[in-house]
């Protein structure tokens, strides 16, 4: 039960009705990192506010499910229970050399180049796409997928993506809930696992001018 007043959350700010409220979120597993338990939870006000960017998400799904049950019992379906949305998120990223990393100050500052020369080959062949990994890059995502493995986040498919030093990984789908807590520990993991191999794991959308940027495309379904 945290200060709410503390958020900018419409001016919330009489005493009585400022507290903050977590509430589990039982529809998405918990997990054990770095040594402590970690609950996934809902954070709303006194008021029911949202605080959070899952309170909304939650309540969505719960609208989305109360309409497509509705449509159904109209098509003669008396059978479905319930109306489910599911995402299958796919994750590009940029590795970089963490030495070569650490000299660019618009890459510190900013994670992406602000300035620089094109360089000689880009992506015209697209021959990185289509090419093998390279062994330390295989290493790298041997280990991010056993740490994800860990987290209970089904890691699944990996390889190189069109621009160059530019790689893809992809979970198997899961409730959009569920998967949305997974990206936002795969994110968190794919940094730090990068720096246990030297290198930088680069998650801005557009990086590098002239090359194909990094898209996280959402393969969204509906299912009963």
């Known amino acids: 039960e945290p200060d709410a007043s503390s958020f900018p959350s419409g001016g919330i700010r009489a005493t009585f009705e400022a507290r903050g409220y977590t509430a589990w979120d039982p529809t998405s597993f918990a997990f054990i990192k770095d040594g402590a338990l970690c609950i996934p939870t809902a954070f709303c006000s006194y008021t029911g506010e949202a605080l959070d960017k ?3 998400l939650l309540r969505s799904m719960e609208a989305l499910d109360k309409q497509a049950l509705r449509i159904l019992r109209l098509f003669g379906n008396t059978t479905a229970k319930k109306v489910l949305t599911t995402v299958g998120a796919e994750q590009e990223y940029f590795l ?3 030495a070569l990393h ?9 994670g992406r180049t602000l300035f620089g020369a094109k360089p000689p080959k880009g992506q015209e062949l697209e021959d990185h796409y289509f ?3 390279k062994q330390r890059i295989v290493e790298y995502m041997k280990d991010l997928d056993t740490e994800l493995w860990k987290l209970g986040v089904p890691a699944k498919t990996k390889h190189n993506e069109v621009a160059p030093a530019q790689h893809e990984l992809a979970p ?3 409730t959009s809930n569920v998967a949305t807590d997974h990206n936002q520990l ?3 993991i794919m940094k730090k696992v990068a720096l246990q191999h030297g290198l930088v794991c680069l998650l801005h959308e557009k990086p590098f001018a002239g090359i194909n940027g990094s898209g996280k495309h959402n393969n969204w ?4």
């Open 54 to 56: 899952k309170t909304p």
């Open 96 to 98: 970089i050399d963490k």
């Open 102 to 110: 650490d000299r660019r100050k618009d890459l510190l500052y900013t």
């Open 131 to 133: 090419g093998a990994l």
């Open 172 to 174: 198997i789908f899961s």
């Open 186 to 188: 795969t994110m968190e």
């Open 221 to 224: 379904s509906i299912s009963t």
